[in-house]
């Protein structure tokens, strides 16, 4: 009787190494593979897929803006601006546009009566950032219902969102 328990502990111990072994080969069969990167591609595939570099995707607003409580003779314009990639963008730089606007809120003209830039530096993966721009007021130019629009102008390794998109502009 013992000899026959012997046995079925044997046969036990056997069959768990094979579903062990079993188990093992499935998983390490349908394991993801590597994400194809250029030196396996060319390794494997004669023709390999462009993979483009990634870029930064940028988008700056016009948060509010108004009359400098302490300078009468200019206007503070805050903006946000948002990275949506997954890169630092760099050398960011931001342009508002001040326009002559009537009493409805629509622009009179095309051309902006003041421009102003700022370059704020860069913007970090995924992230926003609050900057502040300051510009002359001009009452004559501009009329009584002066209309101001803010975005990014400029920056490096980044795809600006108002570029990709024509209804934003």
Request: hydrophobic letters at 35%; charged letters at 25%.
């Given at each position: 009787?013992?000899?026959?328990?012997?046995?079925?502990?044997?046969?036990?111990?056997?069959?768990?190494?094979?579903?062990?072994?079993?188990?093992?080969?499935?998983?390490?069969?349908?394991?993801?593979?590597?994400?194809?990167?250029?030196?396996?591609?060319?390794?494997?595939?004669?023709?390999?897929?462009?993979?483009?570099?990634?870029?930064?995707?940028?988008?700056?607003?016009?948060?509010?803006?108004?009359?400098?409580?302490?300078?009468?003779?200019?206007?503070?314009?805050?903006?946000?601006?948002?990275?949506?990639?997954?890169?630092?963008?760099?050398?960011?730089?931001?342009?508002?546009?001040?326009?002559?606007?009537?009493?409805?809120?629509?622009?009179?003209?095309?051309?902006?009566?003041?421009?102003?830039?700022?370059?704020?530096?860069?913007?970090?993966?995924?992230?926003?950032?609050?900057?502040?721009l300051e510009a002359d007021k001009?009452?004559?130019?501009?009329?009584?219902?002066?209309?101001?629009?803010?975005?990014?102008?400029?920056?490096?390794?980044?795809?600006?969102?108002?570029?990709?998109?024509?209804?934003?502009?």
């Amino acid at each position: 009787m013992a000899k026959e328990n012997h046995t079925y502990q044997i046969i036990s111990v056997i069959l768990l190494i094979a579903v062990i072994a079993f188990a093992g080969l499935y998983f390490t069969k349908s394991a993801p593979s590597q994400e194809i990167n250029e030196q396996t591609c060319s390794d494997y595939i004669n023709e390999c897929p462009e993979i483009p570099e990634e870029k930064a995707l940028m988008f700056g607003v016009l948060n509010s803006w108004g009359e400098n409580l302490y300078d009468s003779s200019e206007y503070l314009l805050t903006v946000d601006v948002y990275n949506f990639g997954e890169v630092e963008a760099k050398n960011v730089e931001l342009i508002c546009d001040i326009y002559v606007g009537d009493k409805d809120g629509y622009t009179v003209s095309e051309t902006p009566v003041t421009t102003v830039t700022k370059r704020i530096g860069n913007v970090a993966s995924t992230s926003y950032k609050y900057a502040e721009l300051e510009a002359d007021k001009n009452s004559q130019k501009e009329g009584l219902y002066p209309l101001a629009v803010c975005s990014v102008n400029y920056c490096e390794n980044c795809e600006i969102l108002d570029d990709k998109i024509p209804e934003l502009e």
